[in-house]
Each structure stands twice: as structure tokens, then as C-alpha cells.
């Protein structure tokens, strides 16, 4: 099955709740990215997390890998009407590429 | 200020049409790629270039041919278009190939 799959397909919650979207990945990878897509817009890079890291923050966002389990977390706090998007995990296979996951659709009502 | 521009933005064109989408980066990145994404939002790359040089092509048909003219700039022609051809398309680059990537606005492609 697909590289970078993200789980769940679909989130749906109300603001200023926590929303958690999860990746899992079958190879060994050198780092896994987050990146988000507004509707109707290009993709934007949210954080990238080393092999050799277990955990990245920016802002309300933060990032959790696992490569034991090849997975990895990405958990928004305090969620916005704004941070509704599609959210995309991409891992890099060899190197060469970005391998993007099917997305996690993330609404939240306001 | 656009880091990654794409034009056109909408592209309605008939089967069998032969159209290009253009892109341009300001960032100074050395690679630079096209992906397609389809109607289930899924992301796939198409080509990329690093330095102008041809180092990812994806089985695309060989109706759609890349041309780096330089590092700033990667375009995508299509030949012979064809209905299966809709999708969005976006361009989008980074320095190195490990890195993050900037993405363009991406152009909306339908062939009627």
C-alpha cells in the first residue's frame, strides 16, 4: 500500500479542540514532513523531523516520530476555524523524492 | 513576492490540444519538480530536476516533456491531450532533494 498513509481520512471537531493525525510509513526513511493544503491552494511545508528525532514543535503544532514503529504524529492544539485543510505527511524514499500520503482532511467549526 | 509561480492558473482546453503551464522560482533552489494531483487529492510526482538536470521521471506518457532552460525555471508541455489528463498541477522546488519543498498555486488542467 501507500507510502506516507495518513490516518484519519477525515477529522471533523470544534475550535479550540486538539485535533492528532497519524502516518505511518513502511521504509526506512531520513525524515518525514508535514505539509498543508488549503482549498483550492498549493501545498505548505508546516515542520520536517530528523530520523534522529523523536519531537518538534512550532508553535501549536507539534510532530512526534517513531521509527521503531514507522509512524508519526501531528497534533494541532487549540484548534482554529482556520486551520481547516487537508494535512499531508511526506516521507523520502532514497533520498531522491517526497513521497506524499493521502491526507488527513481536518475541519474545524467554529 | 511569489516564491513559486505558475501560470496559467485555469487551463480548459479540448482533447488532442497541445498546451504548456510555466513556472518560475525565485528562491534560488537548485531542484525544482511537477506533480499532478487528481480529483482524491492524491499527490504524485511527474519529474524533477536538480541544476537543470533530469533526475526523477515518474511513467508519465511521453506526451508530457519538462524543460529546464535554467535553474529558476521548469516548464511542462502536454501533447495530445486527453480526458485523463484533468487533474491540478503544481510545481514546486527546494534546495537539495531532502528538503523542504515550496509549492506553487498550481494550475487547474480540464480537457473536455
Known amino acids: 500500500s501507500q507510502q506516507g498513509e495518513e490516518d484519519p481520512q477525515a477529522l471533523s471537531i470544534q475550535e479550540g479542540e486538539n485535533a492528532t493525525m497519524n502516518c505511518s510509513y513502511k521504509?526506512?526513511?531520513?525524515?518525514l514532513q508535514w505539509y498543508r493544503q488549503n482549498s483550492g491552494r498549493g501545498l505548505v511545508h508546516l515542520i520536517l523531523?530528523?530520523?534522529?528525532?523523536r519531537e518538534k514543535h512550532s508553535g501549536r503544532l507539534r510532530v512526534t516520530l517513531d521509527t521503531s514503529k514507522k509512524s508519526s504524529s501531528l497534533l494541532i492544539t487549540a484548534s482554529r476555524a482556520a486551520d481547516t485543510a487537508s494535512y499531508f505527511c511526506?516521507?523520502?524514499?532514497?533520498?531522491?523524492?517526497?513521497?506524499f500520503g493521502e491526507g488527513t482532511q481536518l475541519t474545524v467549526n467554529p | 513576492d511569489t516564491a513559486v509561480s505558475q501560470t496559467p492558473k485555469y487551463l480548459v482546453t479540448q482533447m488532442g490540444n497541445d498546451k504548456s503551464i510555466k513556472c518560475e522560482q525565485n528562491?534560488?533552489?537548485?531542484?525544482m519538480y511537477w506533480y499532478k494531483q487528481d480529483s482524491k487529492k492524491f499527490l504524485k510526482i511527474m519529474f524533477s530536476?536538480?541544476?537543470?538536470?533530469?533526475?526523477i521521471n515518474e511513467t508519465v506518457p511521453n506526451r508530457f516533456s519538462p524543460k529546464s532552460p535554467d535553474k529558476a525555471h521548469l516548464n511542462l508541455h502536454i501533447n495530445s491531450l486527453e480526458l485523463g489528463d484533468s487533474a491540478v498541477y503544481f510545481c514546486?522546488?527546494?534546495?537539495?532533494?531532502?528538503?523542504?519543498?515550496?509549492f506553487g498555486p498550481g494550475t487547474r488542467l480540464t480537457v473536455l
Open positions: 511526506a516521507t523520502d524514499e532514497s533520498g531522491s523524492r517526497l513521497t
Open positions: 528562491l534560488g533552489h537548485d531542484t
Open positions: 521504509t526506512s526513511i531520513n525524515n
Open positions: 530536476y536538480n541544476n537543470k538536470e533530469l533526475i
Open positions: 514546486a522546488s527546494s534546495q537539495g532533494v531532502r528538503n523542504e519543498q515550496f
Open positions: 523531523i530528523r530520523s534522529n528525532e
